[in-house]
């Protein structure tokens, strides 16, 4: 995953952000059929969670990045992410569609 995903802010780097890229800009390495099959019903189950979660409001949030810092000792680690998150340009994020998922990977196939 190199290189500036189409509709991405230009100060986007998906190599740096693989979890940003693949969620909100669609980027993914190509993979066989099944892999994709169990990949798209997980994208669907952490879609949902993190829906949840941010329902939840930033206090959860919170918590749960502190509690993963805290079990893996990778606080300095998620700073510094955050940091990084949070200097993207909201205006060129939301002008890429970035401020929500994209469609869900699976579609109705009709019989």
Same mark, same amino acid.
């Given at each position: 995953?190199? %290189?500036? @995903? ?6 986007? =780097?998906?190599?740096?952000?693989? $979890?940003?890229?693949? /969620? ?11 892999? *994709?099959?169990? =990949? @798209? *019903? @997980? #994208? ?5 969670? *993190? =829906?949840?979660? /941010? ?8 918590? &749960? &990045?502190?509690?993963?810092?805290? #079990?893996?000792? $990778?606080?300095? $680690?998620? !700073?510094?992410?955050? !940091?990084?998150?949070?200097?993207? !340009? ?5 002008? @890429? %569609?970035?401020? #929500?998922?994209?469609?869900?990977? &699976?579609? #109705?196939?009709?019989?």
């Amino acid at each position: 995953m190199s %290189g500036r @995903a189409q509709g991405s802010p230009a100060n986007f =780097d998906p190599a740096a952000c693989p $979890i940003l890229a693949r /969620h909100f800009f669609g980027i993914e390495p190509r993979q066989s059929t099944t892999v *994709v099959t169990a =990949d @798209a *019903v @997980a #994208e669907l189950r952490f879609r949902r969670q *993190v =829906d949840r979660l /941010h329902r939840l409001g930033s206090r959860a949030t919170a918590e &749960l &990045l502190a509690e993963i810092g805290a #079990e893996r000792s $990778i606080m300095t $680690i998620i !700073d510094r992410k955050l !940091d990084r998150y949070t200097g993207l !340009d909201p205006a060129a994020l939301e002008a @890429a %569609g970035g401020g #929500e998922f994209w469609p869900a990977p &699976l579609r #109705e196939v009709p019989r």
